[in-house]
């Protein structure tokens, strides 16, 4: 388990190198290589497989870039901010709570700007690269500014994460789903944040891939339809209790997880097993999984519980590779607010009700000449004002104000009438929470390759170090090995290589040198499975495959090739099922 050889084989093999290197490279940017590509496409799909297939969500695509306006109503340009500090000779730029983490090992991350500056001033903190004094702390927002348009008019950002997206197209979602609660919607593709000091590799990225779910509920009602099926699973949590005692993470099943009210709900411990399963199907071992979850003075404001799933690492400690929160309903409120848009979900009731209500009626001569084209607007923003708000305003004020994008508006009692009476509801409107899962691809994938890094013995006894990726993952499922590189043997290999590859296998052609050092390359970029051809195979058409983790060899028939390797890797049948 080391960052080094991890990072060494990554930059050699093609998996992982920094960014523009030929320019000295930029911090905060990496390349995937032709490996790592393949790689973080059968993660993602993995990924897929689990919330896409099997939980049943679609899948949208958003744009990356974001007018103001929306990235305004979610907070994000007003509180998505990292504490700055700057050397006051050399002018290198620090991110404070990091900073005063390296030089005393204290945890503050989250206090606000002026007790860290505070805390640098008390304990003599200088820069770390000059040894000059550094500046007060300031709040830096974290996001890439840009401009829509070529007028420079319209003020744009790229986004800093991919959820907005989907609550933004809120509205549109929900009649998809005609409107049935619980429902959820993902998305995978690039954020954006300009980091202050991304000095920790492919960890702290300034872009990055996310890969979330928004899952929509009803806020009176967050069971879920397969809890039975995950109450014995077993999770390792770090709960608030534990930190602040400073214990250790807990092996607890589901079940007491929620009866001992450990975990908010059973929505969200099912989207904790999710994201266990998920890890543990990237190799990642228990061993190295926690759950954290967030002390109260971290926990956001909008959250009702949140947990990190953390995988250990000898460099950085534990790292938060996923987040899983209840965003209750602070995202969809504050685009209500900004939009004037109704993102409600109507709730029928068990039996209807009957109640008394009062209801506007327009006076519609009035709206074309006073509202013009906005007059459809004004109409639906008054439909689902509360009528008693606009009686009051009324009452008080003479007129009820509101506006529609920039431009205001007032009416009077001639606009509107009140009518009361008895009427059968069959449900309400609400506004749904929202549980939400946040995968981070750069840091999952750089865990799995820290944790797949393996060092053994060859069969012949001599060291070799390896990645042990699943075969699922594994970006080359096959290499194609002739024993020498001369026909008939290659001819025969390359028609391997041609069946394997139309069957959707991706292979290796790899003839030159000894067939221990073959093995030996194919190990360490982690190709599970060594696909061997020697002088029997003209005569009898069968190849010997090579188990990679185990050494273990198979002979069979050329023609079975490409249903064994696709059995394989889809764990429908295991190494020691093949039939000779």
Known sequence: MGNEEVMRISRKRGYLYPSFEIYSGVAGFYDYGPLGGVLKNNIMNLWRKYYVSNEGFYEIEAPTIMPRETLKASGHVDNFTDPMTQCMECNEVYRADHIIEDAISKEVEGLPDEKLTEIIEENNIVCQNCGAKLTPVKSYNLMFKTEIGVSGKQTGFMRPETAQGIFIAFKRISRFYKDKLPFGIVQLGKSYRNELSPRQGVIRLREFTQAEAEIFVDPSDKTHKNYKNIENHVLHLYNQKEQLNEGKPIEITVKDAIDNNIVSSEMLIY????????????????????????????????????????????????????????????????????????????????????????????????????????????????????????????????????????????????????????????????????????????????????????????????????????????????????????QPLTLIAEDIETTLRSSNIITSFDGSGTIGRRYARADEIGIPYAITIDYDTVDDKKVTIRNRDTFKQKRVEIEKLSMIINNLVEGHINFEDIEE
């Open 271 to 486: 989207q904790i097993v999710i994201a266990h399963k998920f890890l543990r199907d990237l190799g990642i071992e228990d061993d190295v999984i926690r759950f954290r979850q967030h002390l109260p003075d971290e926990m956001a404001h909008y959250a009702i519980d949140c947990w990190d799933a953390e995988v250990k690492t000898d460099q950085y400690g534990w790292v938060e590779i996923i987040g899983i929160a209840d965003r209750t309903d602070f995202d969809l409120k504050s685009h209500i607010k900004h939009s004037k848009e109704d993102l409600s979900v109507f709730k029928e009731y068990d039996t209807p009700k009957n109640v008394t209500v009062t209801k506007p009626s327009f006076n519609m001569k009035k709206f074309g000449p006073t509202f013009k084209g906005d007059s459809p607007k004004a109409k639906e923003i008054l439909e689902n004002t509360d009528s008693n708000v606009i009686k009051e305003s009324f009452d008080k004020d003479g007129v009820f104000s509101f506006s529609i994008g920039e431009n205001k508006y007032e009416i009077d009692q001639s606009f509107v009438k009140f009518e009361t009476k008895e009427e059968q509801i069959r449900g309400d409107r609400i506004i749904p929470h929202v549980i939400e899962p946040s995968y981070g691809i750069d840091r999952i994938i750089y865990s799995t390759l820290l944790h797949s890094y393996t060092e053994d013995e060859t069969e012949e006894g001599e060291k070799r170090s390896y990645l042990k990726l699943p075969a699922k993952i594994a970006p080359i499922k096959a290499a194609i090995l002739p024993l020498v590189n001369k």
